[in-house]
Structure formats: structure tokens, C-alpha cells
């Protein structure tokens, strides 16, 4: 698989990376023998990038530790990201903590969760509003110092937020948001990640698995299943997204391809910046997103889906009391 250089601080990757948040976390019951099987198969197939988090552990540091697992025979050939700065168990009250000492706290057991020396990639999950970023930049910077972190990376975070932190410590990758469904984020910090030399990372980059077309109505999934309460499910945005999933399985069949493959693939004529993070714990769905780094779309195709979903998804990404703010 072709690599992509992710800004220019020296972080590279494979053209498509793995996101391992589906193994633990918001898509129905944990299952840690398909996840590692998930990302020892990616690993086969070229993928370097392999994205985790305090988060999907619930501060258990369960996902960590099966993705630490799971990448252990070849740990040296590849990226690992990890992430800090939630609340954990989340608290609607506090959400977010991204003080030193707790930036500290996460490193500290992220390193050992995983099994590991370093961190190669240690993002700030969301922007907390009640600590200066050049605090939060500075720690890490200091942890990069220190030998414990390789790169420092910001999740979520406006242009603002963005050019303050660079200044203080430099941003190797912004990870947000982004795929056919959902482009307005990205295309808020797209300028400014290009013009500071920052990397693109695109997370829920097959709409929470909308655009894999393997979907159904918000009250058939589980109740521990995130897309039961997700907006894009609901009646009404239901109907009208699933009518744009049919059309883009029309034109990636024309193309001999699938649905999933024409969305990684319409990210990655986004820009050789981008990487997307595709998750899954399906062997099947590994082999099936990393082929689609060889799907070459024409100006016509894009063009083509920009007329079937022009502005995203129906149905906002997250409650409101979920919305980054930074």
C-alpha cells in the first residue's frame, strides 16, 4: 500500500490506517478476538496506522491494551496513536480534562496498557476549554523531550486552537471528522492544517458504517449500539440517507467496486494529506477497506457525488452536548 506523508514534522503512514474504537466501544458488545484478528490482517495488507484511546476503554484501558496485544509482533514497523483528555466515567457535568498532571496520568498508563515505550502519536481528544492549549502543548512537549512521545496531535480543533498549539509545540496531525457524510469540519481547518505543514486524519470516515450501506433503522440495533440514538438514523434523515447510499452503490458498481470503497476512495482525493481510519473487527471489512487505496476515481465521479450528497449527511453527527467546542 502507498504511503502518505501526514504534514511535514516527519509522520508518515499507509494511504488508509485502522481506528480501533469499534472493538471495545459504541458498537455493541466488545469482541477482542476480532479485533485482533481485525488489525493483524490490516498489518498484512500495508496499513501502518493504528488509532486507539483512553476513551474507548472507559479509563479501563481495555482497548488499549487489546490493540497493545494485537500489534505486539510487529510493533516496531508501525504508527500507534493514542489519546487523552475526557472526563472518564464521562461526566455531562465536566467533560473534559486536559490539565498537565492528568496529560501525565494518561501517558504514563496508555504506555503501559499498551505494552510499549513510546507513544508515537499522543493526540488531545477534544479541546478543553478551562486549560490554555499552549499549557497543553507545552506538556506534551515536554513528554516528546522525555523520550515517552514521538508526535503531538490535536483531535477536533478549530483553526484558532490549531495555530496556538503549533506555536508552542509542533502539530504533527489533526484528526476530525470527515467523510462524504460529513465534510464542514474538515473543511473549516483544512487551510490552516496545509499552510502550518499539519497532516489530515479522517475519523468515522464510513459515517459510523452508514456508508458501508450495511444499515437499518435506528431501533433494530442493540441498545449499547451508538447508532440507536445517532441522528442520521432516525425517521426521516433515515429514509432520505439510505436513498444516497443507493445511488453510491450504483456508481461504485459501475466502477466495479463497493459502497465502502468509493467513500475511502473519494477521501483520498481529498488530498495526499489525508489519511482515513476506517474501523471494524471484521477480517472481511479490513480486506475490503484496504483495497480501496487502488480505487481511482475520475473528476466525473467526483463530481458525480458531490450531486448525490451535496452538503452530508441528514441528521447532525452528535448531541448536542457532544459537539466539539475549540
Do not use: C
Not at 481495555?62 to 500507534?80: C, H, K, Q, W, Y
Not at 480543533?157 to 476530525?176: E, N
Not at 471489512?285 to 467526483?302: C, F, H, K, P
Request: proline share 5%; hydrophobic share 40%.
Amino acid at each position: 500500500m502507498r504511503t502518505r506523508k501526514l504534514g511535514t514534522q516527519g509522520l508518515e503512514a499507509a494511504a488508509i490506517g485502522y481506528g480501533a474504537m469499534g472493538i471495545t466501544t459504541a458498537y455493541g458488545a466488545a469482541d477482542e478476538a476480532g479485533g485482533i484478528a481485525a488489525i493483524r490482517r490490516a498489518h498484512e495488507l500495508g496499513v501502518t496506522m493504528f488509532d486507539t484511546a483512553e476513551l474507548y476503554g472507559h479509563g479501563t484501558g481495555s482497548n488499549e491494551t487489546i490493540v497493545g496485544r494485537a500489534v505486539a509482533p510487529f510493533r516496531d514497523e508501525i504508527t500507534l496513536a493514542t489519546k487523552f483528555g475526557w472526563v472518564l466515567p464521562l461526566n455531562p457535568e465536566k467533560l473534559y480534562d486536559s490539565r498537565p498532571e492528568h496529560i501525565r496520568e494518561v501517558a504514563d498508563a496508555s504506555l503501559r496498557y499498551l505494552g510499549v515505550d513510546r507513544l508515537d502519536l499522543f493526540y488531545q481528544h477534544r479541546v478543553d476549554p478551562d486549560v490554555p492549549i499552549e499549557d497543553v502543548a507545552g506538556t506534551v512537549g515536554e513528554l516528546v523531550e522525555e523520550g515517552k512521545v514521538q508526535y503531538f496531535g490535536l483531535s477536533e480543533a478549530g483553526p484558532d486552537t490549531i495555530r496556538r498549539a503549533h506555536a508552542v509545540h509542533p502539530v504533527s496531525a489533526l484528526q476530525s471528522e470527515f467523510s462524504i457524510f460529513e465534510r464542514a469540519t474538515a473543511e473549516e481547518v483544512l487551510p490552516t492544517v496545509r499552510e502550518l505543514g499539519i497532516g489530515f486524519v479522517a475519523y468515522s470516515p464510513l459515517g459510523r458504517g452508514f456508508l458501508t450501506g450495511d444499515v437499518k433503522p435506528a431501533g433494530d440495533y442493540a441498545e449499547d449500539d451508538m447508532r440507536r440514538n445517532d441522528a442520521r438514523w432516525q425517521p426521516g434523515n433515515y429514509e432520505k440517507n439510505l436513498a444516497a447510499i443507493g445511488q453510491l452503490r450504483e456508481l461504485a458498481a459501475g466502477k466495479g467496486s463497493t459502497v465502502t470503497q468509493l467513500a475511502l476512495a473519494w477521501l483520498l482525493a481529498q488530498g495526499e494529506d489525508i489519511v482515513p481510519i476506517p474501523g471494524t473487527r471484521s477480517v472481511a471489512r479490513v480486506e475490503e477497506n484496504a483495497a480501496a487505496a487502488d480505487v481511482e476515481l475520475t473528476a466525473d465521479d467526483l463530481a458525480r457525488i458531490d450531486e448525490i450528497v451535496p452538503h452530508g449527511a441528514f441528521g447532525a453527527r452528535y448531541p448536542e452536548i457532544m459537539m466539539p467546542r475549540g
